[in-house]
């Protein structure tokens, strides 16, 4: 961290201590994170427009591939960002290139989604293309840390060359004008060196990442992504409004799609990411990783509000249960991928899958409840009550449990 908070003077990359008293997200890194607000909007606009028109299938292969680029990246950023963050000049120079890259890839999602409906092929240029901007920046990061930390330096030029080699497929991926079976094929290959690296670049010397600061980083990209939902329950009302004005089903789609979205926070943050991070710093990469479902699956919720709103506007080609449906899967897939990722961070808790079982069952009972011809409003109105029920039952009992696991991973760690 730069010595003098008034002057961004070059300072050491050595590494921060990764138990540092009060240590909070940056004003760089909220800056940063406001460029996938624009990633989030476009792709999950995309995605909405593409299941409106009945093409779920290619627009999730579109979305799979837009998410993954922006929330790995983002995840590469925030974690080598805990652990050497200077916030000197060159610091954010190299951050700022990073946004760029961001802005280059956002611009290049609505071509992907258009390209793989279509048929045709992939144009991915421009996607892939802010995604090596991204990447590149973050080898230079890597090199200097290299330089200026010599205890972990073997660590930083392991991540510096495993991600360089990663980009020449990108590169490749980028020059190959193919269909999109060729481009997919030689995607995944590189989906999974991408998540391979930080494994075998960290297998004897970690990096000095913080605990506190990863959870409340994620947590603010959980947030970010949120917004996407409540801008999907306003798109969702106006659609009402413009064509009924202010009526009944008006006032449940304003007050059942922002109660989603509020529901969705509350589920979130039951998890005490960071005293469970901090106990088990091994449990980083299930921590990390298992989140890009979790983004994943809020994003997908705002599309599927949007679609919601295609639909009530008289602009979707789908019935109202798959419009219900595109809400209520989404929800789930978070809902069921919290649940997965608490049990690996404190154990198996007996009350929250009794919850996690009620929403799964409540959120499919809302797609029958659409089959069989009830309205779009009052569905994601049974779906708030839900998720609703399932926060009062484990403010009621699952905070017991939370409290006994903590005192079980603060005593096994010393």
């Known amino acids: 961290m730069s010595v003098n908070p008034l002057r961004h003077a070059l300072s050491r990359m050595g590494g921060r201590d990764p138990h540092e ?48 680029a922006v929330i790995w990246a983002w995840i590469n950023f925030t974690w080598f960002a805990s652990a050497y963050d200077t916030d000197d000049w060159v610091f954010r120079v190299v951050t700022m290139v990073q946004m760029v890259g961001v802005l280059i890839l956002a611009m290049g999602i609505e071509p ?35 330089r200026q930390d010599p205890e972990r330096r073997e660590t930083c030029l392991r991540y510096a060359k495993y991600v360089a080699a990663v980009q020449v497929g990108w590169v490749a991926v980028l020059l190959v004008d193919a269909n999109i ?31 506190h600061h990863i959870a409340e980083r994620y947590g603010l990209l959980a947030i970010i992504a949120l917004g996407e939902c409540l801008i999907g329950a306003i798109e969702t009302l106006r659609a009402i409004v413009a064509l009924h004005g202010w009526t009944l089903d008006a006032a449940l789609v ?14 979130y943050f039951i998890l005490p990411s960071g005293a469970a991070l901090h106990f088990q710093r091994h449990r980083s990469w299930v921590f990390g990783y298992g989140h890009i479902f979790v983004f994943a699956a809020i994003a997908s919720t705002g599309a599927g509000l949007h ?29 069921v991928s919290l649940t997965t990722l608490y049990g690996i961070m404190l154990n198996p808790d007996r009350e929250l899958l ?52 903590l005192r079980r991973l603060e005593a096994a760690a010393g």
């Open 254 to 267: 304003g007050f059942s799609g922002t109660g989603l979205a509020f529901a969705m926070w509350w589920i």
């Open 21 to 68: 008293k009060n240590r909070t997200a940056t004003p760089l890194e909220l800056f940063f994170d406001l460029t996938f607000v624009i990633a989030f909007g476009v792709a999950g606009g995309q995605f909405a427009h593409a299941v409106a028109e009945a093409h779920f299938w290619p627009g999730l292969l579109a979305f799979a591939f837009a998410m993954f």
């Open 307 to 335: 679609v919601a709103a295609y639909f009530i506007d008289h602009e979707a080609h789908i019935s109202a249960a798959a419009a219900v449906a595109s809400i209520a899967i989404p929800i789930i897939l978070f809902k």
């Open 181 to 211: 079976l060729t481009t997919f094929l030689m995607a995944t290959p590189l989906f999974i060196l991408e998540m391979a690296a930080p494994y075998f670049a960290e297998r004897n010397i970690r990096t000095p990442w913080h605990a």
């Open 354 to 405: 009794w919850s996690t079982t009620l929403v799964v069952l409540g959120l499919a009972g809302s797609i029958a409840m659409a089959a069989a011809g009830a309205s779009v409003p009052l569905c994601m109105l049974e779906m708030m009550l839900v998720l609703g029920l399932s926060i009062a039952y484990d403010e009621r009992r699952g905070h017991k449990g939370r409290a006994a696991a």
């Open 112 to 146: 992907v989604f258009h390209s793989i409906i279509e048929g045709r092929h992939v144009d991915n240029v421009t996607m892939v293309l802010g995604y090596i901007v991204m990447r590149v920046a973050l080898i230079f990061q890597w090199l200097r840390a290299a």
